[in-house]
């Protein structure tokens, strides 16, 4: 079992930016798989960014240029700096790690963003 808890939410002006970070209960392997989510407010749940085992990091259309994902290997933390955020970047953010070998995935119980006009 992992734990994961999220922290660095709160509310900021639009073209502001947040930090948010995401601690494990243990140390994140090299070969995990690493991510964040979103959830808005009557919208399903979308994959804002994820970071594989090799250090390769996809994004969702909305968020490229703006966010950056990066972990720490070795260590508990994987982090996701939001630059230039915008109203509808409003929601719920989650971590998720997805276990090397077992593909288990682990969440947390994820940190209210709030972005005004």
């Given at each position: 079992?992992?734990?994961?808890?999220?922290?660095?939410?709160?509310?900021?002006?639009?073209?502001?930016?947040?930090?948010?970070?995401?601690?494990?209960?243990?140390?994140?392997?090299?070969?995990d798989t690493m991510a964040w989510h979103r959830q808005a407010p009557g919208k399903q749940?979308?994959?804002?960014?994820?970071?594989?085992?090799?250090?390769?990091?996809?994004?969702?259309?909305?968020?490229?240029?703006?966010?950056?994902?990066?972990?720490?290997?070795?260590?508990?933390?994987?982090?996701?700096?939001?630059?230039?955020?915008?109203?509808?970047?409003?929601?719920?953010?989650?971590?998720?790690?997805?276990?090397?070998?077992?593909?288990?995935?682990?969440?947390?119980?994820?940190?209210?963003?709030?972005?005004?006009?």
């Amino acid at each position: 079992q992992v734990h994961l808890v999220e922290s660095g939410g709160g509310s900021v002006q639009a073209g502001g930016s947040l930090r948010l970070s995401c601690a494990a209960s243990r140390i994140i392997f090299s070969n995990d798989t690493m991510a964040w989510h979103r959830q808005a407010p009557g919208k399903q749940r979308e994959l804002v960014a994820i970071i594989f085992s090799g250090g390769s990091t996809n994004y969702a259309d909305s968020v490229k240029g703006r966010f950056t994902i990066s972990r720490d290997n070795g260590k508990n933390t994987v982090d996701l700096q939001m630059n230039s955020l915008k109203p509808e970047d409003t929601a719920v953010y989650c971590c998720r790690l997805i276990e090397a070998g077992t593909y288990r995935s682990y969440w947390g119980q994820g940190t209210q963003v709030t972005v005004s006009s």
